[in-house]
């Protein structure tokens, strides 16, 4: 089972930064996709940036030249740094990891999430 950690949300004004952590207890190395995802209030998830195994990095059309994510595969922990927030950022962000297992299968996984809040 792989477990999923998210921290470094908050409150935070318009214009500032924050930095998304994700921690993993498995290798993200061996991972299909890792990524970032977030739900605004009213709203359904969407997705915010990801890493595949192979091809680009992908990001949200909205989150475009603000965020950047990264990952360090030593420590098995992908960020997501996020500048000039703005209201519209206010989400609880989630983790997110595919993983194809021994059975061939792939496998979802998801952190509990973490709350980013952007004042106006």
């Known amino acids: 089972q792989v477990q999923l950690v998210e921290s470094g949300g908050g409150l935070v004004q318009a214009g500032g930064s924050l930095r998304l952590s994700c921690a993993a207890n498995r290798s993200i190395f061996s991972s299909k996709v890792i990524g970032w995802y977030r739900r605004a209030p009213g709203k359904q998830r969407e997705l915010v940036a990801t890493?595949?195994?192979?091809?680009?990095?992908n990001y949200a059309d909205s989150v475009k030249g603000r965020f950047t994510i990264s990952s360090d595969n030593a420590k098995n922990t992908v960020y997501l740094q996020m500048n000039s927030l703005k209201p519209e950022d206010t989400a609880v962000y989630y983790c997110?990891?595919?993983?194809?297992?021994?059975?061939?299968?792939?496998?979802?996984?998801w952190g509990q999430g973490t709350q980013v809040t952007v004042s106006s």
């Open positions: 997110y990891a595919q993983y194809r297992e021994y059975s061939g299968y792939l496998n979802d996984y």
């Open positions: 890493i595949p195994k192979e091809g680009n990095i």
